[in-house]
Structure formats: C-alpha cells, structure tokens
C-alpha cells in the first residue's frame, strides 16, 4: 500500500525530502512546496522520488474557480492551470480541488450550490483548466464535497461524462460524503457504490475517519483515522481490489505522532487483510 502525509517539518533538499517520507515507512507524498515555474526543483524532486520508489499523490490547488467576485475566480482558475501544469511536470499522478461554491465561503454551502448553472459552470471550469494545460500525465480531479457538485457518485458520473476529457479523473475522500446518521452507520455501503461507480476513475485518495455524536440536530465531525466509524477493512480491500496502487493520503492531522498512530492503524487493518 502507498500511503503518504504531509511532512511536519520544512525540507528544502529534494533527496533528503525524500529520503524523509521513506524514513516514516511512506511511499507516496503530497507535493513539495514549489511552483511551476522552479524548473530545477522540479526535476530534481522528480528524480529523487523516482530513486526513492516514492509517489507524488497530488498537487492541491485549493481555491474558489466560483466565486462571484471576478477577480477571485480569475485567481483561482490562474491557480488551477498552474497547479495542473505543476503536477505534470513533477509526475504527480493529479491536482486536486474542490468545484469551488457560490458562497463567499470558498467551500461553503449556497443556495445555489445545486443549480443546473453551477452544475454547467463546474463543467466549463473542469474544461478550461485541463485544455489550457493539456496534460500528458497527470489528471486534473475533483473532491466530492456535502454541499456541491459533486456530492454523490451519480453526479461525478454525470461530471465526468459532460466534461469529456481524458485527463479529468476522480480523488476519493469518502468522509466528504457521510453526510447523515444512515450514511455513517451504512458507509460500508457508501464506499462499495464508490468504488463500483467511479473505480476506474479513482487516482488519489484521502485517509480520515469520521463520528457522530449524540447531540441535535445532527454532529458529524472528522477525526483520525482509528477513531471513528469509517468501515476501513472494507475501505482498504476495495482500494486493494482496484488492482493498481492508489495512494491513500493523510490529513488534518496536528502532529507527526497523530499521523504515525494513523499510519499504523491503517497499517494495521491492511496487514490483516
């Protein structure tokens, strides 16, 4: 399995980066904090993640291509297309982000989150940011989100008919969508309709666990991953099921020793599998 997270402390030399994530037992890692534009760099960290046998996962690109504010939106799609070009140079299997929102909340619910318009405006962002980079290797993806397109496996499906594009690809993190009791106790469920629908799709993944507290209306916070209800056993055999290795990458964690319990519990379950 190639599972991967982020690095608690700064490195700047590209084979001590790597030689950092292998250190940790990791084979897969987020992509180091550099730009397109840093030529040298980015060969030099493609080299040493080669020589390390290590994966670069992903690319983010967090930001807003939605936003009603033009010079937000135009900021964020410059972003995007950068990111994208980014994670193809480096081979990075993808760059990831959200649909963006309506609200001003970057990746807040609006009203009209679920229009027809957002939903064609998702599409025509998706297009633009892969024609104008044109990737040879990479896939530029979307996470489902509880509160935009996409949200459920049937409306990544219908994205990724509409876009068109070969190099739009899927990043799965299914703590997104367990967004209500029935979900949270039936996510097994949840992650075989995943895994079923958008499988083939499926290029990078996300590791968090989640639970749902007692209290009204409805509480579902993230935890780390061990502590909560996601079905891992049935996460990590249909992730082994794809046949292929997908990186499984943590996140939102406050500490290296959070993420190294994470880590091994995920180990842990995989080696019992």
Request: glycine share 4%; net charge negative; hydrophobic share 40%.
């Amino acid at each position: 399995m190639r599972i991967g997270a982020p690095l608690a402390k700064q490195v700047k030399d590209p084979r001590e980066w790597a030689d950092e994530h292998v250190r940790r037992g990791y084979r897969a890692a987020y992509c180091p904090a550099i730009t397109v534009h840093d030529t040298s760099e980015i060969r030099a960290y493609r080299q040493a993640a080669k020589d390390a046998d290590l994966v670069i996962a992903e690319v983010g690109a967090w930001s807003n291509p939605l936003s009603s504010d033009p010079d937000v939106r135009r900021a964020a799609l410059t972003k995007c297309k950068e990111q994208l070009a980014l994670a193809d140079e480096i081979g990075a299997l993808c760059c990831v982000n959200i649909a963006g929102s309506r609200s001003t909340q970057w990746d807040g619910p609006h009203p009209d989150n679920f229009s027809a318009e957002t939903f064609d405006m998702i599409v025509d962002t998706v297009r633009e940011i892969i024609d104008a980079v044109k990737p040879k290797t990479s896939y530029f993806t979307l996470e489902m989100m509880p509160w935009i397109y996409p949200h459920n496996t049937e409306s990544y499906l219908d994205l990724l008919k509409k876009v068109d594009r070969k190099s739009f690809g899927v990043h799965l993190d299914p703590v997104n969508i367990i967004t209500s009791p029935e979900r949270f106790f039936n996510n097994a469920r949840v992650l075989q309709e995943c895994f079923e629908r958008l499988g083939p799709h499926i290029i990078s993944c996300h590791a968090k666990d989640i639970v749902l507290s007692g209290k009204l209306t409805v509480h579902l916070s993230e935890t780390r991953p061990g502590l909560g209800g996601l079905d891992y056993r049935t996460y990590l055999m249909l992730l082994r099921s794809l046949g292929r290795e997908v990186p499984l990458m943590l996140e939102h964690l406050s500490s290296e020793e959070e993420y190294r319990q994470a880590a091994d519990y995920i180990l842990h379950i995989e080696s019992t599998i």
